[in-house]
């Protein structure tokens, strides 16, 4: 069965400090992509960033970075130098490409919720 | 173009009463799926559509919900006899034709059932 674990439920954080955000995954598939999305206050959620299972590189896109370790079946995601902006919850989530009956729906973890103190 | 937009951006009703949310995707994407969030949670997936294929009702969570799409136009997610255990912000996505590109999603509508 597929799943997003997210165990960290809240983070405070002081600004410019180093974050991470933990993700475990579990699928059967071989072929199956990893997102992270960000939701504001605002409610909206924003697209970070998308893997798919046979890229194992990291990113990095200024401040954030992820890690993406298919032996421990995480996909991290680190802010570096925190800014209060960076306030929200971030989701991480999973894809299957297979067709054994999922239709690219994503199953979301339960989110992380960040606060950036100044 | 314009990204992905839902109406009514938040609705209260009645117990009992029947609400229509709307959704419009990003033009040329061929996907589109309803998801749920409930206060303090994760999102769940309700339903899929894709080109005229016949729609993926698999996480449905009970029959007073339904949707519709025609072609790859608007959708709108119905949902009848609600109840207090409805109220939610529900949120649409769409992406292009392949499985595992972005999902991209609209701001939500917030449902508040008193």
């Known amino acids: 069965a597929q799943k997003v674990t997210q165990a960290q439920t809240e983070i405070s954080v002081v600004e410019k400090e180093d974050v991470t955000l933990d993700c475990v995954y579990e699928?059967?598939?071989?072929?199956?992509?990893l997102f992270w999305y960000k939701q504001p206050p605002s409610g909206e959620l924003v697209f970070l960033i998308r893997r798919n299972s046979f890229d194992e590189q990291n990113e990095i896109s200024g401040r954030y970075s992820w890690n993406f370790q298919k032996s421990t079946s995480s996909f991290n995601f680190t802010i570096t130098a925190s800014q209060v902006v960076d306030s929200a919850v971030y989701f991480c989530a999973l894809s299957e490409a297979g067709y054994g009956g999922s239709q690219g729906n994503l199953i979301f973890g339960k989110g992380t919720k960040l606060s950036v103190k100044p | 173009g314009a990204g992905v937009s839902q109406s009514p951006s938040n609705k209260v009703t009645e117990k009992g009463k029947d609400v229509e949310l709307r959704c419009d995707p990003i033009s040329g994407h061929t996907a589109l799926y309803w998801y749920r969030q409930r206060l303090g949670q994760g999102l769940e997936f309700l339903i899929y559509?894709?080109?005229?294929?016949?729609?993926?009702k698999s996480g449905l969570p009970s029959d007073r919900f339904s949707a519709e799409r025609t072609g790859e136009s608007v959708s709108t997610l119905t949902i009848q006899r609600t109840q207090q255990e409805d109220s939610a912000v529900y949120l649409c996505?769409?992406?292009?034709?392949?499985?595992?590109?972005?999902?991209?999603f609209g701001p939500g509508t917030r449902l508040t059932v008193l």
């Open positions: 996505a769409s992406r292009r034709g392949t499985r595992g590109d972005t999902q991209y």
């Open positions: 559509f894709q080109g005229n294929s016949a729609p993926d």
């Open positions: 699928t059967r598939d071989t072929t199956y992509y």
